[in-house]
């Protein structure tokens, strides 16, 4: 897989956005293996993840919403080999 995202807020601290991506990223459901579930809402913050596809071919943008104001954006795609 390969991915690439970015932090677009300086106002909330990279420490936490991360922190709340590794508690998402922990939640992923077994029948789907692209980083996080569809959906996580904690407090302050949201997740999201679009997926595209299969185990075979697939892409994906997952978001991170901090007071919903888009704070983190990441995509990723991937295939068997």
Known sequence: MKYKGEILSDE???DDI???L???LKQT???QQFRGPKK???KKF???NNIKGGIK???GEEKIFYENKLAYILVYSGKTI
């Open 29 to 31: 459901p077994n029948d």
């Open 46 to 48: 949201k997740y999201t």
């Open 40 to 42: 996580l809402i904690d």
């Open 22 to 24: 590794k508690k998402t």
């Open 18 to 20: 991360y922190s709340f």
């Open 12 to 14: 909330i601290p990279a």
């Open 57 to 59: 071919k697939f892409s």
